[in-house]
């Protein structure tokens, strides 16, 4: 008989036929139907209680966000100092951050090798890649050799950002997940404040602030090499049974200080599952080829790239001329504004919105979240078109920002909690793909507009964000509470 897969799982696509066991106990693990040995250890996975295991994952992915909080935001911080030196224009300086963006969207689709190689494997030669670029950084001698840096850097941190949420979500009880795959986000302004010492300790040398900046990047793939073990549903996937039990048996049921949830298979059940199995196809196919066989995954993947490109168009629209926005409405003579103050103004709300969320997205759900939070950014983007001082404008561009942090934290969480093991790391890096291209085209087109009116992107970043609202009704079903695949 073949197997029933839930939703966003695809590896019944083929048909293939696949042995049942019994559970030994009473209620089913999760109450529906017989479950296969794999799907017994997934379950056991979903409901154990929080232990040390998952407290390490936790904190070393918020060491992830912080160095790359600390990373890029402190680029942008060297901008001035970059043009004394370099002796370039404003829009010579702006490729700097299109490089990135060019780089983000490789990395993007290289980072779908995950599903093939491994989460733990992968990341590894992502982290040494951003160790390396970004301590090289620091002795260019030309701005082209530090574009093309800045392109190979995009590259790296594309599978790092996009494997960290993936991996988290994959080892998290259900009960949990919602908070612990949004709060590690909050290493990202905490790296953005360091950022900010940093800079203002060093500058206007900019090489010594890039050099102290990828210390924490520098440090990260030795971090992983000790802290980051490959996920347990992966391993499920390959057949590596023996791995799984023992994580499940010595390092959640043997170091408990909660009760197991309801319809958690017993350490007897878990005993009695072999150690080892038929290692499904889907972990040694690629992932493109998987999602062209099952079309049922078309309408969510569609759905979740409307919702990052709105998103981005969004966030990049208004993000990359506000200063200039700020200025403009506060009026000739008014001061202008310090890039370390608003970088510090930013992580602050950044950290609170962040925390918000994490606190409360598994009560009131992803998908009234993300609407919430979308027609909250689409009204404070046109509601900053009609701010008449400086004040005003800081005050509703702080309120934006949280509503965008929160977008990002919670969307990139939903993401990967969506779809099956064999195509997750290969669905987000698609969707990230497009959203930088929506990016690249925000920034062009919002550029344009406000040469004609200062008010012209805010119309044009109030309609992104009423188009990723809209997007959330056709997003897949909310996944608070839901076993993954």
Partial sequence: MPVVYTMGDIE????????????????????????????????????????????????????VWFSQGTLITVDSLCFSAFKKEFKVSDPQLAAYNYNLGGGIFIGAFLSSMADVYGRRNTFLVFSVAIAVVSLM????????????????????????????????????????RGLYVVMYCCGWPLGSTLSVAIATVALPNWRSVLRMAAVPSAVLPIAAFFLLDESPRFHIKKGMWKEVKAVIKEQLYGNRFEPLAVGAPSSDVVDAVPDSGKADATVDSNGFSLIRKSPKTYGPILAFALFFCSLSAGSWGLGTWLPIIIERKSGAGGEKLSPLKVVMFNSIVDFIAIALAACFVDKFGRKRFLLFASLAASACSFALSLAKTEASAMLLSGCHQMAQAILWVVVAAFCAESFGTGIRSTVTGVVSAFSRVSMIFAIAITGYFITKNVNGPLYFVSSAYAAAALATFFLPEDTTGKSMG
């Fill in 137 to 176: 950084q620091s002795f260019v001698t030309t701005f082209n050799q530090l574009l093309a840096l800045r392109f190979l850097l995009g590259i790296s941190v594309a599978g790092v950002w996009l494997i960290t949420p993936t991996f988290l979500a994959e080892i998290m009880p259900v009960h949990n």
């Fill in 12 to 63: 019944d696509a083929e048909g293939e036929e696949h042995e049942r066991k019994p559970l030994m106990q009473s209620k089913e693990v999760r109450g529906d139907s017989p479950k296969t040995d794999g799907e017994v250890l997934a379950s056991a996975l979903d409901r154990v209680p929080l232990c040390r295991y998952h407290r390490v994952a936790f904190f070393f992915c918020v060491f």
